[in-house]
Nanobody, 125 residues
């Protein structure tokens, strides 16, 4: 069974940067679209970014465009989220997710089948 493990979260001041990683234990990572979502206390899970199977197409929610970059290294079974110019409103648990049904990335939580446990990102003002 595929497992996803996120790392790289932490506490950072506004304007700072963090790089999240998500390691995939499966053998078919290279053909799977991957997504990053976030969930703040009392709020619904929110789409952040997604990348298709070969990294050729990426998607971002409007609030992170120009600040976050999603990428993947299929040789390392890892997807990344580089977060720059962080803002207090970016504070949340960040989760990576894998879609099994297609090679096309999705932008809603119900399109993804496997989830990591999440990593906390806290941005202080």
């Amino acid at each position: 069974q595929v497992q996803l493990v996120e790392s790289g979260g932490g506490l950072v001041q506004a304007g700072g940067s963090l790089r999240l990683s998500c390691a995939d234990s499966g053998r078919t990572f290279r053909i799977r679209p991957m997504g990053w979502f976030r969930q703040a206390p009392g709020k619904e899970r929110e789409f952040v970014a997604a990348i298709n199977w070969n990294g050729g197409t990426t998607y971002y929610t409007d609030s992170v465009k120009g600040r976050f970059t999603i990428s993947r290294d299929n040789a390392k079974n890892t997807v990344y989220l580089q977060m720059n110019n962080l803002k207090p409103e970016d504070t949340a648990v960040y989760l990576c997710a894998e879609r099994l049904s297609t090679v096309i990335a999705g932008t809603t939580p119900d399109e993804y089948d496997v989830w990591g446990q999440g990593t906390q990102v806290t941005v202080s003002s």
